[in-house]
């Protein structure tokens, strides 16, 4: 195949090279990001998506008023930070896309590799599939069941292991292969 | 430019970026509830039809449905009331705390969290003022503190302050609506 990682031009390497590594960088300040506001446990995943345990599932008949005391202490705790419907919609509008372009990016760069075609192929599918099972556990664990949480952190997860399997591949056939040219 | 150059470029534009703490809780509850030794979170759990009125009058669905007052008192005596409104606005949310004295007025009003990008334009908006005009609103006032910033402020900063009066207008509703002295 023409397009081939090992023997691109130097320019190439180097553009793949810069592209993964600024990729990286955003993913380490987004793994920093979901630990300040959603956490990486199913619990905290959770109540961010799931909302408050004491709402009621469904309105009732008549405005209620429930009132219980509390400590300053209380106000000091973390919020937990929570994603309602309006704000999912919006956060799944603004990120699926950039996902689909990073994961398209990434795919490019696993063209180029010299992998078996089914491995090229089970990696292009791990990149496009993980964004989705982050976004799909998000709707399902605040529609569904909380219990769904876990397919969100399964998804965050299979996004950094796709990509640091693309990276250290890209980086290794690149520049550390001897088949390089 | 080609379509994934274009598609990138238009995610970066509408990246909302996260949100940043101006004012701490506990902070907020002390400025505008002053004195109080005791603290109640009155949660009104709105019926369909008062949910529906809420969002005719002030274009706004609280969260799960649910109005949180926190209430102050000082022994015996009752020193206000407080909300915590959120304001989803297209560059991220703003969170707008209103105080209330006991008799019903706006006792002050703060902006306790916003995007990275707001945050500028929030800070210049209630360094212009902004904040003072809320004062001694009653239920029923229309908040207009965007108007009362203009000529001190940039475009950014009025924008900003037209979303503090969303905010402030939703708790003044809610208030007037659901609030009562003795729950």
Redesign the interface.
């Known amino acids: 195949m023409l397009y081939d990682l090992r023997h691109a031009d130097t320019r190439i390497k180097w553009l793949v090279t810069c592209l993964l590594a600024t990729f990286g960088l955003s993913y380490v300040f987004g793994a920093l990001m979901v630990s300040l506001y959603a956490g990486f446990t199913p619990r905290g995943v959770a109540a961010t998506y799931r909302g408050r345990e004491m709402s009621m599932a469904m309105p009732p008949e008549t405005t209620m008023v429930l009132e219980h005391p509390m400590s300053v202490a209380e106000f000091a705790k973390p919020e937990t930070h929570t994603v309602d419907t309006n704000l999912l919609i919006q956060d799944t509008h603004v990120h699926v896309p950039m996902y689909g372009v990073i994961a398209a990016a990434l795919s490019l760069v696993v063209v180029g590799l010299s992998l078996e075609r089914r491995r090229a192929l089970g990696l292009i599918t791990l990149l496009f599939a993980a964004p989705w099972l982050d976004f799909a556990g998000m709707w399902l664990t605040k529609f569904a069941s909380p219990r769904f949480a876990i397919v969100t952190l399964v998804g965050g997860w299979a996004m950094g292991v796709g990509y640091l399997v693309v990276a250290a591949l890209a980086v290794q056939q690149m520049w550390f292969s001897r088949e390089r040219s | 430019m080609n379509m ?1 150059m274009l ?2 470029a ?3 534009v ?3 970026t ?1 949100a940043v703490v101006l004012v ?3 902070d907020a ?2 400025a505008l509830l002053p004195g109080a030794d ?11 039809p ?2 529906h009125r809420l969002h005719k009058a002030v274009d706004w669905s609280p ?4 109005v949180t007052f ?2 102050g008192r000082a022994g015996p005596a009752a020193v206000g009331a407080l909300e915590f409104v959120r304001v ?1 606005t297209p560059h991220g ?1 703003i969170e707008v705390a209103v105080g209330f004295t006991p008799q019903g007025a706006v006792r002050g009003v703060l902006v306790t969290k916003a995007t990275v990008e707001m945050k500028p334009w929030v800070l210049e908006a209630v360094g212009a003022g902004l904040t003072n005009h809320y004062r001694q609103l009653n239920p029923g006032d229309t908040p207009n503190g965007a108007a009362s910033i203009a000529g001190r402020a940039g475009d950014l900063a009025k924008y900003v302050a037209g979303e503090v009066d969303k905010g402030v207008a939703r708790a003044l509703a809610a208030y007037e609506a ?1 609030y009562r002295e003795s ?1």
């Open positions: 994934p598609l990138a238009i995610a970066a509408l990246h909302i996260p701490k809780r506990p509850v002390q005791a603290y109640f979170a009155r949660e009104v759990h709105l019926s369909t008062d949910a969260e799960d449905g649910v926190y209430v989803d949310p659901f729950a």
